[in-house]
């Protein structure tokens, strides 16, 4: 996969997380013109979330993969860059 292909899937899986979660707080905003069941909100939160998470991840794909169109030295730095931010990243999320 190109870095190309991952800018643009990052970027249409933070949009669909977006409105996922605008559609969220419409919801739950007073004067929401019908009435809302706490089951509703578990199709567009767990949208929002899974396509925020894959944004992410393709984000770190991308730069990864950036460092490779350069050299092989620079290729080996934004994996590693990449790798341990991911780490990181999935340490501070478990609970």
Known sequence: MSPFATVFLS?????ISVFAMTNII???T?????KVLESDLSLP????????????ISLLTMIAMSGW???KKM????TIVGIIT????LSMTSV
Do not use: Q
């Not at 939160?45 to 992410?56: A, D, E, K, T, V």
């Not at 991911?86 to 990243?89: D, E, G, H, Q």
């Open 11 to 15: 970027a249409c899986l933070f949009l």
């Open 26 to 28: 419409m919801m739950t």
């Open 69 to 71: 169109t350069k050299s």
């Open 75 to 78: 290729g080996i730095f934004t």
């Open 30 to 34: 007073e004067g929401y013109p019908r």
């Open 86 to 89: 991911l780490i990181l990243m």
């Open 45 to 56: 939160r767990g949208i929002g979330s899974f396509s925020f998470f894959l944004g992410i």
